[in-house]
């Protein structure tokens, strides 16, 4: 007699913490029930909301002078880390702001990802040099990913704006050249606008060129700043059917070289989706509130005041609440409502029940 | 192939083929993330307990021998689906063979 191994596993193919399809899975991928899981898939963790740009799409209208006056301190930093650890969350992304430039960033890095945590870390990549690049290869990341939203520098200055003019296109290139060079798995961010979604096809041959391993992309999200300047932003849906036809072919071109994935639907699709299906990770922001979903407004917990592991019982508990199914129901994707994703909202939730590991 | 093959498997021995491949034991089975691929793979007890015994540094044979006696089966059946396992997880670069030292 042999083991009963019938239907011994069951394969999920889909992207299903991050928001993003790849080329060849054009769809949202449901979740295992939430009460069936230990904790989140996936974390991301906000960690400073200062940044070096002012970008004009900026979905969490970080800047230079945009820090929240009560963002954690070390001893709290450390604390939140050792939590995602405790709870076996394999994976997360530290973003910002700007991560590079938050005074605990590579110790925080170094810790989750020496402690199991497969790590991601988002970056304009503009305060990357040589010895830079060594430090984060140190790390064994999952991956850098790099924003890079243009193949000219009128475009990609366009969007990356800094307090006295624009960031410079060929410093984040070379940036990717030296992430690259130092064995970092590197991978693109592109955000298509009006005037830079013709651009990607030039834009994947740049990145593809100087060793970049992953190309991500979608439709802008229409949140924080992008929200605001939306009407010059927003690609028309003629520019997004070039746009996806291009990365299309692209993907064909790069395959098994570069991998091409975007998420086609908009952000008020996925809502309604993950209202239903709710996805096994959040954001920590700044100041430790725990945010449903990037693109709304929604603070299930506060790590100062819960654990990890309170926070997640809580954010299980946030997708069933009233307002939330309201808004994500009234939400329409022209609705100034998304604009508001960053004027925060703090659900009142009844004290959950945390139930043991099994 | 076949019994030779067989043979210099169950002697082997599996690590997770790279630190972005986690495991974490869920309410209901197992689940493998492939970070690197963005993938995740849901098994069952049977999968768990032979993924368990192996990420303990168990041999494939010593696997099959534990779990023909967990399960009160005939070994040698046994240790032909841990293999076939494995080379399931192996197929999907989930795991990596390792000669027992
Ligand atoms: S989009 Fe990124 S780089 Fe630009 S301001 Fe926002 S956080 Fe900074």
Redesign the pocket.
């Known amino acids: 007699m042999s083991l009963p191994l019938d239907h011994w596993w069951i394969r999920f193919p889909l992207l299903r913490w991050r928001r993003g399809v790849s080329v060849e899975t054009e769809e949202l991928s449901e979740e295992p029930s939430l009460d069936d899981l230990t904790g989140p898939y996936y974390v991301a963790w906000w960690i400073t909301n200062r ?5 004009v ?7 230079p002078f945009h820090q929240f006056d009560n963002e954690l301190a070390g001893d709290e930093i450390e604390r939140v880390a050792r939590q995602i650890v405790e709870l076996g969350v394999p994976q997360g992304s530290i ?4 991560p590079l430039i938050h005074k605990d960033f590579f110790k925080v890095a170094g810790y989750l990802s020496d402690n199991g945590v497969s790590l991601n870390v ?1 970056t ?1 990549a503009q305060l990357i040099n040589r010895e830079t690049a060594r430090r984060i290869a140190r790390l064994n990341l999952r991956a850098m990913q790099v ?1 890079v939203d243009g193949a000219t520098q009128s475009t990609y200055g366009l969007m ?1 704006r800094t307090t006295t003019g624009s960031a410079e296109l060929s410093r984040v290139l070379d940036a990717i050249r030296m992430l690259a060079e130092e064995g970092v798995r590197v991978s693109v961010n592109f955000v298509p606008t009006r005037f830079s979604a013709n651009e990607v096809g030039q834009v994947i041959d740049a990145v593809a060129a100087l060793g970049a391993k992953t190309f991500y992309t979608g439709r802008i999200m229409r949140v924080g ?1 992008a929200a605001m300047n939306w009407k010059w932003l927003a690609p028309t849906e003629a520019q997004y059917q070039g746009f996806f036809a291009t990365l299309n072919q692209k993907a064909k071109e790069y395959s098994g070289r570069v991998r091409i994935i975007y998420y086609p639907y908009t952000v008020t699709h996925e809502l309604k989706f993950r209202t239903e299906n709710p996805a096994a990770s959040f954001v920590i922001l700044p100041n430790g509130k725990v945010k449903m979903i990037a693109s709304m407004p929604f603070l299930c917990a506060d790590l100062r005041r819960h654990s990890l592991a309170e926070a997640w019982e809580r954010y299980k508990i946030a997708w069933k609440h009233p307002m939330v199914r309201e808004f994500s129901e009234k939400v329409k994707d022209d609705d100034p409502m998304l604009a508001s994703n960053n004027s925060f909202v703090e659900l009142d939730l009844e004290q959950p029940v945390i139930q043991s590991k099994v | 192939m076949g019994a030779d093959y067989q043979l210099s498997a169950a002697s082997s021995k599996v690590a997770l083929s790279n630190r972005h491949v986690k495991v974490r034991e869920e309410k209901r089975g197992t689940v493998i993330f492939d970070t690197l691929n963005e993938k995740v793979y849901t098994i069952n007890e049977t999968g768990a307990s032979i993924l368990k015994l192996l990420l303990s540094g168990n041999t494939l044979d010593d696997t099959a021998r534990i779990l023909a006696q967990d399960y009160n089966s005939d070994e040698a059946a046994v240790r032909s689906d841990v293999i076939q396992f494995v080379d399931e997880l192996a197929a999907r670069s989930l795991v990596d063979k390792v000669p027992a030292t």
Do not use: A
């Not at chain 1, 940044?51 to 970008?55: A, K, S």
């Not at chain 1, 799409?57 to 800047?63: E, L, Q, R, T």
């Open positions: 940044c070096n740009l002012l970008c799409h900026c979905i969490n209208d970080s800047g973003t910002g702001g700007e988002e304009d924003s990356r700043r």
